[in-house]
């Protein structure tokens, strides 16, 4: 449930905190004013940043005159621990008598706070919990589980050699994925942090600035289970998976699939097809003001199997989306879908299709 729905209920102050990189602080500090007036306590810290690599001679990038943004990058979300206490948030945290953090990744609308797992998590003294669902061929690339060494540790697509990629997509070999919706002790982060036992492993992050060729050396907060004690995953319901990281996700959360219920989203009853839609968007939906210029409204897609759009379509409002549609403007022609337009089973490849 949201945090306000949250206090509200069991009269207490969950506090929210934002962990921004330098990229992301002056935007999110604009959105989170607009809230100065609720009742929900937000905190906000950076990061650390990082001098990118300069892959050639490894040297780092500001040496070498770089001395703006593209020089550094923020080492993922692994440094949340460290950063948690750098800033002075674990302190006062652990000062209000506060024992677990829930983590998740912002753009996870799905990741909201399950109290039965909370309380499992404290009779049962687990320092660290990850959150995994099973997998679908959508989510191949997701890091899982494995069992190494006497202990529970994260696996990650960028771990794997080259000739064990296909493996390890297998939805048959490793059924499920992790969430990076994490519960973690306090008290444990502070133990280890100052003991500097995280030494998660290091994902290189290969990436070009102005034709330089750069290595960025990140960590992710899954990998730091093996540290914990009594660490756990939990299988949890794909409902705690809603990521929104492209338009095509926007789409889905935006329609009639879904509403906002006391800050729950809700996946509408009415839909048959316990999976989501397939969407694919081309490039002249992929930045957001273009995707939302697109279309007077969203499509209803409840009945929608798959959607694949290319080219310089519009879409009219009231329109209805079901079974497979396919919409493919050929170039220099402009695509409109008119207002009130239902389309079930059909591929469109010009007006006279519609």
């Not at 912002?106 to 997998?135: F, R, W």
């Not at 296909?166 to 070999?173: D, H, P, Q, V």
């Not at 209805?320 to 207002?339: F, Q, R």
Request: aromatic share 8%.
């Amino acid at each position: 449930m949201s945090l306000q729905s949250l206090n509200k209920k069991y009269g207490c102050n969950v506090p929210l905190l934002l962990m921004n990189s330098f990229n992301t602080h002056d935007d999110t500090q604009k959105i989170v004013e607009k809230y100065s007036n609720s009742n929900i306590e937000i905190h906000t810290f950076n990061q650390s940043q990082y001098p990118r690599i300069v892959t050639e001679d490894f040297l780092p990038l500001p040496s070498k005159g770089k001395s703006g943004k593209d020089g550094w990058y923020p080492p993922g979300h692994g440094d949340v621990f460290p950063s948690l206490n750098n800033s002075g948030k674990l302190d006062i945290l652990l000062a209000q008598g506060k024992e677990y953090v829930f983590v998740a990744n912002s753009d996870n609308l799905g990741a909201i706070v399950d109290i039965k797992i909370l309380n499992h998590l404290i009779n049962n003294q687990n320092e660290y919990c990850m959150e995994v669902t099973p997998k679908t061929l959508a989510d191949v690339k997701g890091g899982t589980l494995i069992s190494y060494e006497g202990r529970v540790q994260l696996l990650e697509i960028a771990q794997v050699p080259d000739e064990h990629v296909n493996e390890f997509k297998s939805i048959e070999k490793f059924k499920i994925f992790n969430t990076n919706n994490l519960w973690v002790n306090l008290k444990a982060i502070k133990r280890l942090v100052e003991a500097e036992a995280l030494k998660m492993e290091i994902i290189p992050n290969p990436k070009e600035v102005d034709g330089v060729k750069v290595l960025q050396l990140e960590t992710a907060a899954g990998a730091a289970i093996r540290f914990f004690d009594k660490a756990i995953g939990i299988n949890v319901p794909r409902s705690r998976f809603l990521p929104v990281k492209a338009t095509s996700d926007l789409l889905l959360v935006q329609s009639d699939l879904y509403t906002l219920v006391d800050g729950f989203v809700i996946r509408n009853p009415s839909r048959a097809n316990p999976a989501n839609p397939s969407i694919e968007l081309g490039p002249e939906f992929k930045k957001v003001a273009n995707f939302l210029a697109r279309f007077k409204s969203i499509p209803s897609i409840v009945e929608l199997d798959s959607l694949k759009v290319s080219g310089d379509v519009w879409f009219g409002s009231g329109i209805t989306l079901k079974g497979k549609v396919t919409i493919i403007a050929k170039p220099g022609v402009k695509l409109e879908i008119p207002d009130g337009d239902v389309l079930e089973n059909k591929d469109v490849n010009g007006p006279e299709d519609l």
